[in-house]
């Protein structure tokens, strides 16, 4: 099984990015998706999640109304728009799959976990 997340880079603070993550897994569309971050010295924190059985969405307060996470079944692939991005969303974000009937916003309810993509934010 392999993530593959992709999409980081250097945005100006105000823009946006889009992250995606393609899945090497068999049922793609009965894994919740999740996206955590790790910003430097600090602990990997949740940030978005998808629900595979309900569609159900998950934000972390701090990108509510910023971020939005998606998903493509047919492609394997979950998706994270990030608008308004701001100095304080400067970290390594990492997708994240996991089975059965998970709590999203734990990060060790998750099996599987991508490389992560590196997002900074900077003038």
């Known amino acids: 099984v392999q993530l593959q997340a992709f999409g980081g880079g250097l945005v100006q603070p105000g823009g946006s990015l889009k992250l995606s993550c393609a899945a090497s897994?068999?049922?793609?569309?009965?894994?919740?998706m999740g996206w955590f971050r790790q910003a430097p010295g600090r602990e990997r924190e949740f940030v978005a999640a998808i629900r595979w059985h309900d569609g159900r969405i998950f934000y972390a307060d701090s990108v509510k109304a910023r971020f939005t996470i998606s998903r493509d079944n047919a492609k394997n692939t979950t998706y994270l728009q990030m608008n308004g991005l701001k100095p304080e969303d400067t970290a390594v974000y990492y997708c994240?799959?996991?089975?059965?009937?998970?709590?999203?916003?734990?990060?060790?309810?998750?099996?599987?976990w991508g490389q992560g993509t590196l997002v900074t934010v900077s003038s």
């Open positions: 897994l068999r049922a793609f569309s009965q894994y919740t």
């Open positions: 994240a799959a996991g089975s059965g009937f998970i709590i999203p916003r734990q990060g060790s309810r998750y099996a599987y």
